[in-house]
């Protein structure tokens, strides 16, 4: 079997320890977010076996935040090999691990407890030869600071080169059912795609994050995004039994998407973002399985005036002008009302 599925949190973290601790000759991380504790320990007890081990870590967030500077030190300290992770990249949010040449981890999650003990998330293990291949080729030009070209005919999907339009193509295929997990529709291109799958009888489920988990600055594209798409009839739900991280599309119980691409402009045209399409029956049927039961367990956004500025409000975020929101007391509709005077002149009867 080419191609196996990794869903968090239901498999913790064990299939990622138990594959470090399987390396013999090399491995290579590649990570937006690393420190989990148990997988910190596994790659610095594979250096100390004799594994050749190679971390690119991003090394700080937009607003400056370095999250990575404890774990670099601890793996510097143990003798592994740890750089800053491309700059010609605002951010390199891939995640991903290549073990001895062979095998080959796409992944939505970061390797820290939160993703792996309370987020919906997912990974890909790739054996493919030419897959494993392309992401070593990717690690070692990002490395070396050189320029990586995309094969393209592979089935894995980078940014910032041809991820919108293979993603754009994916949606454009689907011919009966499309389910997407994603913490962010905010990019025109795939927003107006989802639209026309819609308009041309595609069964579309949407499951994002509340709006209130978007950054200030990306509430406006992240709530008009969300709308455009309950406003022509799209369902868009929320996970209730957990938070949403992962980035999945399922099409047709069919072809799928995994990996750690956002939809938003900033995925598709600034970062390093690397996800992989399978049509592997049995990681569709998992796959299936999964959007089914989290379905399940959702509920509806409630994307109206009213819910977003109640959701806003509870969470003291003053963005209604710029969403614009109609933050005006609704008025009683004038025959509501005169029922409303009917039924009280009867129950005022009925007292005396």
Same mark, same amino acid.
């Given at each position: 079997m080419s191609h196996a599925l990794i869903v968090l949190p239901d498999d913790t973290a064990k299939p990622f320890v138990d594959a470090i601790n399987g390396a013999?000759?090399?491995l290579r991380v590649k990570m937006f977010l690393f420190s989990h504790p148990d997988l910190l320990n596994a790659v610095i007890q594979a250096k100390k076996r004799g594994v050749h081990v190679r971390v690119m870590l991003?090394? $700080?967030?937009?607003?400056?935040?370095? #999250?990575?500077?404890?774990?670099?030190?601890?793996?510097?300290?143990?003798g592994i090999e740890v750089i800053d992770s491309n700059p010609a990249f605002e951010v390199t949010h891939e995640k991903s691990m290549v073990v001895d040449d062979e095998v080959a981890f796409v992944q939505s999650l970061n390797w820290d407890v939160k993703n792996l003990t309370g987020t919906r998330?997912?990974?890909?293990?790739?054996?493919? $030869?030419? %897959?494993?291949? #392309?992401?070593?080729?990717?690690? %070692?030009?990002?490395?070396?600071?050189?320029?990586?070209?995309?094969?393209?005919?592979?089935? /894995?999907?980078?940014?910032?080169?041809?991820?919108?339009d293979r993603i754009a193509k994916f949606i454009d295929d689907t011919k009966h059912t499309l389910f997407v997990q994603n913490e962010r529709y905010q990019d025109a291109v795939i927003i107006e795609r989802l639209v026309r799958a819609k308009t041309r009888g595609v069964e579309v489920h949407i !499951? $994002?994050?509340?709006?209130?988990? @978007?950054?200030?600055?990306? @509430?406006?594209?992240?709530?008009g995004g969300l709308r455009?798409? *309950? *406003?022509?009839?799209?369902?868009?739900?929320? /996970?209730?039994? /957990?938070?949403?991280?992962?980035? !999945? /599309?399922?099409?047709?119980?069919?072809? $799928?998407?995994?990996?750690?691409?956002?939809l938003a402009?900033?995925?598709?045209?600034?970062?390093?973002e690397l996800a992989v399409e399978v049509h592997a029956p049995e990681i569709v049927e998992q796959l299936r399985k999964i959007v089914h039961h989290d379905w399940k367990h959702s509920r509806p956004l409630d994307l109206s005036d009213e819910g977003l500025l109640a959701e806003l409000e509870k969470h003291k975020i003053d963005v209604a002008d710029?969403?614009?929101l109609d933050v005006r007391p609704k008025k009683k509709n004038k025959q509501v009302k005169k029922g409303q005077k009917r039924d009280k002149k009867k129950k005022n009867g009925k007292k005396r």
């Open positions: 013999t000759k090399s991003n090394p $700080a967030r937009r607003s400056g935040k370095s #999250e990575n500077a404890a774990t670099s030190k601890k793996l510097k300290a143990a998330d997912y990974a890909v293990v790739t054996r493919h $030869a030419r %897959e494993v291949d #392309e992401v070593i080729k990717c690690f %070692e030009a990002d490395w070396a600071r050189k320029p990586f070209t995309v094969d393209g005919s592979t089935l /894995l999907i980078w940014c910032n080169s041809n991820g919108r !499951m $994002a994050r509340p709006p209130h988990k @978007l950054k200030r600055e990306k @509430l406006t594209e992240g709530v455009i798409l *309950d *406003d022509i009839g799209i369902k868009v739900h929320k /996970l209730k039994h /957990l938070k949403l991280h992962g980035k !999945m /599309l399922l099409a047709d119980h069919a072809r $799928a998407i995994v990996g750690s691409i956002n402009p900033g995925s598709f045209d600034t970062r390093r710029e969403l614009g």
